[in-house]
C-alpha cells in the first residue's frame, strides 16, 4: 500500500496563473503546466531569500522534497523562458495556510500580514 501524500503548506495562490509571450498567437504555444507548491518553493527561496532549510519548514516537507519541487519548477521556467512556452500554475497537493491560525505557526506568512 503506497504511502499517502503529504500536503504542502502554501501561502497563497498566485494572483495571475498565465504566464508566456505576448504575441499575438499566444494560443497557440505549448503549456507548461507548473503545481502550486512548485510557485510556492520559487517564491520562498528566489523572491523571498529563503534557503531550501527554511522552504521545507514552510512549506512543511523534508529538504530534499523541497529542493526536487525547486528544481522541477526552475526547469519549467527555464523550458518556458527559453523556448516562448506558456507557464500554467495550477494543481498539486497542497493547502493554504488558514486564516484561522495562529501567525506563529505559519511564521507569518504574506497572507496573514496582507490579509489576503
Known sequence: MPRPKKWRKVCCLPESNLFG???????????????????????????????????????NVARTTAQRIYNDAKKKIADALVNGKIIKIEGGDY?????????????????????T
Open 21 to 59: 509571450p505576448l504575441t499575438p498567437h499566444y494560443r497557440d504555444r505549448e503549456i507548461i503546466m507548473m503545481t502550486v507548491e512548485e510557485y510556492e518553493a520559487v517564491r520562498l527561496i528566489d523572491l523571498e531569500g529563503m534557503n531550501q532549510e527554511e522552504c521545507a519548514e514552510k512549506m
Open 95 to 115: 493547502k493554504l495556510c488558514s486564516d484561522s491560525e495562529p501567525m506563529y505557526e505559519c511564521g507569518g506568512c504574506r497572507r496573514h500580514s496582507c490579509g
